[in-house]
């Protein structure tokens, strides 16, 4: 098979499941994944076979998008603040928007040490070992319900040697031992009746737990941390989350007066992200 070859095929077997934009960008992170760091060379002449030793990685590549795997669980990992973090069925995906609120935290707090730090709802990881490589001190704890979701967490961690603590444990059962100085958390906010805009592989193959909340009750995970966030935190605590971007009005509703509450868009411009701030 040559590149041509492999391109047509992509265009023709995909187009059922991504855009003509995305199946390029597909084809370029085979290339990237598969002939390394060199890879414009290897298809500057599209008529060229692919090398022997290579073709089965991209027929198995055009075989598992066809059959809808997002291709970071092809790869096995996805990239996250400069972090190259594994990832597989069972785990959520971290997105892009979740870097900025990443961002959001290290702004604030870049500078202190020995801070008591929770990810609820961690997943992956992520969001905990990105913040690990910037606040050496942190005390940081990632809890998930999911046993597979924390899996990956403990396997990233281990990568990268950040030594955080990781909990399995129902959010809506969690009594800490400590009080934090500042919760992170990306939680599920997906309505039922926003699967429709969805892509396909994010809904077939990413786990819905993970993503989605009942139509009649969204706000079940926001108002668990807002508890936590008054019981188990110190003061000066700060709580940063990622939001529906269809629900500003009613987060803004249930945060205030109570706290101090910012927003922030994400790089889309939608809704994305809160902070809340204790009152003193
Ligand atoms: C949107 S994902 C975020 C994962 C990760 N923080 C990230 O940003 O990539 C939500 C996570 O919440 C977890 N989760 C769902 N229900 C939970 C619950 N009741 N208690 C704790 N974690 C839960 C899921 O397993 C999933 O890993």
């Known amino acids: 098979m040559s590149i041509q070859e492999f391109e047509n095929k992509c265009f023709k077997e995909l187009n059922f499941l991504y855009s003509s934009q995305e199946i390029a960008s597909l084809c370029k992170y085979a290339y990237q994944e598969y002939f390394g760091n060199n890879w414009p060379s290897e298809i500057l002449d599209k008529r060229r076979a692919i090398r022997s030793d290579k073709q089965k990685l991209f027929e198995d590549y055009l075989n598992q998008l066809t059959l809808g795997n ?11 603040y400069g972090l190259r973090l594994k990832v597989g069925e069972g785990v959520l995906i971290p997105r892009p928007e979740t870097e900025q609120l990443v961002d959001w935290v290290l702004e604030d707090f870049g500078r ?20 690990s490589k910037h606040l050496d001190s942190a005390h940081i704890t990632g809890i998930d319900s999911s ?3 924390l899996k990956y967490a403990v ?6 040697q950040s030594n955080l603590q990781w909990i399995k444990q129902d959010l809506f059962d969690f009594i800490p031992k400590v009080k934090f100085n500042i919760i992170v958390s990306n939680p599920p906010y997906v309505r039922y009746l926003e699967k429709k805009e969805m892509h396909l592989n994010v809904l077939n193959k990413e786990p819905h ?8 009750d969204p706000l079940v995970f926001y108002e668990r941390l807002r508890y936590i966030f008054n019981k188990y935190t110190r003061d000066h605590a700060v709580m940063y989350l990622e939001c529906n971007q269809y629900l500003k009005q009613d987060l803004i509703e249930l945060y205030s007066p109570e706290f101090i509450v910012e927003s922030r868009n994400d790089f889309r411009m939608n809704f994305r992200m809160l902070k809340l701030s204790k009152k003193q």
């Open 155 to 160: 396997e990233n961690d281990k990568v990268y």
């Open 70 to 80: 997002p291709y970071q669980y092809i790869f096995g990992y996805a990239e996250f």
């Open 209 to 216: 737990k993970a993503l989605f909340v009942s139509d009649s």
């Open 112 to 131: 202190q040490d020995n801070l008591k730090l929770l990810d609820a709802c961690c997943g992956s990881g992520a969001i905990s070992i990105a913040l």
């Open 147 to 149: 046993e597979q979701a």
